[in-house]
């Protein structure tokens, strides 16, 4: 099971796009016991761990979070966990 999310933050540069939702995705994947590898040159970078794959993009004024789910992967979590990244990124420049 696959799931997207987009954010477009107007006026912001990728790069304060990228180092925003880097902070998140880290503090993110320490509390869901994930790993986490971030490319600044990218602007972009990777979670992995426990039936969860992800990547996360700065392009232009945009950021994309695409979450890919092991079969097994619990359905409340994976909704739990949903919620907190789009929520934390609705938030991101508030």
């Not at 971030?38 to 969860?52: I, P």
């Not at 695409?66 to 991101?92: C, H, I, N």
Request: glycine share 12%.
């Amino acid at each position: 099971m696959a799931w997207k999310t987009e954010r477009s933050y107007a006026g912001k540069s990728p790069s304060e796009i990228y180092q925003a939702t880097k902070k998140v995705i880290d503090n993110l994947s320490g509390k869901y016991g994930l790993k986490h590898q971030g490319n600044e040159a990218a602007l972009g970078g990777t979670v992995s761990g426990k039936g969860v794959d992800g990547t996360y993009q700065a392009t232009g004024e945009k950021m994309v979070i695409e979450l890919s789910y092991a079969f097994f992967f619990v359905g409340a979590l994976r909704e739990k966990v949903q919620a907190e990244v789009t929520r934390q990124l609705d938030r991101l420049f508030a």
